[in-house]
């Protein structure tokens, strides 16, 4: 039997084993919080009832034949659930839409054009150049970052003059608001077009898997609302879908001002193909539609249209361990000073590579639900030669 001492010894070296134990706990909890944060780990813990609500919903705009455009909202039946308002427009008539924002209970109005032009890659001008990338279909979180930065006033007017707002990729897919933030964007370009000034929309990997139709990270609101009405989900993007139309017209890379935009990267091999910027992009606007085939033998397939190696799928610059060399070739290509990215997440905004790679995705501000920790918006602003980290509340910092 133990004597009484004995059980005392044996108790505190319980209790310091139970110490130990916590503390090892406490610890490896402590490093793996502090590891999540910085590879962009949030916890939700609070969603907004508002974003449920669907009363009009829209505009979602499809092409009935050559003459005439299909207008449909989303309205609240007095049970509380949901029909579809229909009403057709001749395609060469003037069609002003409303979209609607429930969190705030604000609108805006959108004039449908039907014409669209594919952009220019490459841009030479002295104004300056506002980028900001993966919004990932928080509207309020973009729109309030352009208020405070001067790009549009407190009505959504455009006021960036001629310059050049680029949007590196990944704005729409994830969460509540993606109608909301594509016609936003639509309304803006035309905006800036009249005042000489552009909206550049770079496309993302989820501006493709939208396209494609894989719709895994899409938000099941979108499901409903597609059968709301009488549509399938991958019908909201396609073709025949007017908003689909005007985002397949956009490129996948573009040069401005010397910066080369593009969501992903440039892969090294790249520099190798004899192909212009021009030539890339209609490769890979020809592919919107059609996803990577992994057994095709063509070169410019595998380097454009991979979800490894092509430009809004390349991680290289931060998973891929590149020599300076390698990250030069594909900007000597292109004559770039720098190329400025989304895709992969940073702390904030960076300059890495002697300068020459600029990573801009961030974790912005969640529309819908609240996460910690809280998000907080960057952009990048390039005058002359000087580029600036830009925040949410308007202020800027030299790089």
């Not at 109005?109 to 220019?120: L, S």
């Not at 680029?166 to 800036?192: C, H, M, N, P, S």
């Not at 539609?289 to 249209?305: G, H, V």
Request: glycine content about 8%; cysteine-free; proline content about 3%.
């Amino acid at each position: 039997m133990f004597t009484t001492n004995q059980e005392s010894i044996m108790g505190k070296k319980s209790l310091k084993y139970i110490k130990y134990t916590l503390l090892i706990i406490l610890v490896m909890l402590t490093i793996a919080i502090i590891f999540g944060i910085s590879m962009g780990a949030r916890v939700h813990y609070g969603d907004n009832p508002l974003a449920l609500n669907w009363d009009n919903e829209g505009p979602y705009i499809f092409f009935k034949n050559d003459r005439v455009l299909d207008v449909y909202y989303i309205k609240r039946n007095n049970d509380g659930g949901y029909y579809s308002k229909r009403q057709d427009y001749p395609i060469d008539s003037l069609v002003l839409a409303t979209s609607y924002y429930p969190l705030d209970n604000t609108s805006f109005d959108v004039e449908i054009k039907t014409d669209f032009e594919i952009p220019k890659s490459i841009y030479n001008d002295n104004n300056k150049i506002l980028a900001i990338s993966d919004i990932e279909s928080n509207y309020k979180t973009f729109r309030d970052f352009l208020k405070n930065n001067k790009v549009i006033d407190h009505n959504l007017n455009w006021t960036f003059g001629k310059g050049h707002l680029v949007l590196v990729g990944d704005f729409i897919d994830r969460g509540y608001f993606t109608t909301q933030v594509l016609w936003f964007i639509y309304k803006l370009e035309q905006e800036a077009e009249k005042q000489g000034g552009n909206v550049h929309y770079i496309i993302g990997n989820h501006e493709l898997k939208m396209m494609y139709g894989n719709y895994g990270a899409t938000d099941h609101k979108y499901r409903d609302i597609a059968s709301i009405i009488g549509k399938n989900e991958i019908d909201l993007y396609s073709k025949n879908s007017l908003i689909g139309t005007w985002l397949a017209s956009k490129n996948a890379i573009e040069l401005i001002n010397g910066n080369l935009f593009v969501h992903g990267g440039i892969h090294p091999d790249l520099a190798e193909s004899k192909l212009t910027l021009e030539e890339m992009n209609q490769v890979m606007r020809a592919s919107y539609y059609q996803a990577f085939d992994p057994e095709s033998s063509k070169i410019q397939d595998k380097l454009l249209i991979s979800n490894k190696t092509g430009p809004s799928w390349y991680r290289g610059y931060f998973k891929d361990g590149l020599t300076q060399q390698q990250v030069e070739l594909g900007l000597n290509k292109f004559n770039a000073k720098s190329v400025i990215v989304g895709h992969t997440l940073q702390a904030k905004v960076n300059r890495l590579y002697d300068d020459k790679v600029i990573g801009i995705d961030v974790s912005h501000p969640n529309d819908d639900h609240k996460l910690w920790p809280e998000g907080k918006s960057e952009g990048l602003l390039i005058v002359g030669d000087k580029y600036y980290r830009v925040f949410n509340n308007g202020e800027k910092q030299e790089l």
